[in-house]
């Protein structure tokens, strides 16, 4: 059984990671539709940038955050003096590291939805009558949609699970940022912090588990759905 305090550390990380994929959504959709369908000059650069917090050190990533939305980088100057707002040091800059962490991952599930819709339908619909807005939201949305709820459950569980990006960030606060990976750090630094770390451990290993089988699940379920619209 877990612990007040390990249940408060799990309820942070639930919160960092929803807030950091409902944040994200639409912007990684966007991008995902962008990529899929349109074609312009420097569309292989903006790829590689959505898909740059993939390769490059976690660290780099937060140390990036860091100069941008720190209380001297231009971001972080601007939300403090319009809007009183210092994501430094809070669950909401913990919330940002991770969404920018899960941004490529969401992106990359969305855009293979989008990539796999059978352009045929919507030009049905086209001569049908339809707008282009009403072909999006009554053909091409619902055959992309286990794609998105894929990429929202992959996304989530990269969230919970952000280390570096996190820790360089915003630090590791008891009760402001320490979620799952920086508890069980913390744990690990400790003299008989083993029995912690294993429950915590096992915790991750057991919520990235569920995420990857959901995920796949909507994937499947998603070809299914888009063979039966073709046939």
């Not at 980088?73 to 913990?94: H, I, K, Q």
């Not at 939201?137 to 919970?160: H, K, Y």
């Not at 290993?205 to 499947?220: G, T």
């Amino acid at each position: 059984m877990l612990s007040s305090e390990e249940w408060g550390i799990v309820a942070l990380s639930l919160k960092v990671g929803g807030v950091a994929v409902l944040a994200t959504l639409p912007i990684a959709f966007a991008l995902a539709w962008l990529l899929a369908r349109k074609r312009f000059p420097g569309r292989m650069l903006l790829d590689g940038l959505v898909h740059l917090p993939l390769v490059v050190p976690p660290v780099v990533t937060g140390w990036l955050l860091l100069v941008a939305f720190g209380p001297f980088g231009p971001v972080g100057r601007w939300l403090e003096s319009w809007f009183g707002v210092s994501l430094m040091f809070r669950w909401t800059g913990a919330a940002l590291a991770a969404a920018i962490m899960a941004l490529p991952l969401m992106v990359r599930a969305m855009r293979l939805s989008i990539e796999a819709i059978d352009r045929r339908l919507e030009g049905a619909a086209r001569t049908l009558g339809a707008s282009a807005w009403h072909s999006f939201w009554t053909i091409s949305l619902p055959l992309a949609l286990p794609g998105v709820l894929a990429a929202l459950v992959l996304g989530f569980a990269r969230s919970i699970g952000e280390f570096g990006a996190t820790i360089t960030f915003v630090s590791n606060i008891p009760g402001e940022t320490r979620t799952l990976p920086l508890a069980i750090y913390s744990a690990l630094q400790v003299p008989g912090g083993e029995a912690m770390v294993t429950r915590l451990a096992l915790l991750s290993v057991a919520l990235s588990l569920a995420a990857l089988v959901a995920s796949e699940w909507l994937v499947r379920r998603g070809h299914r759905g888009q063979d039966r619209h073709v046939l």
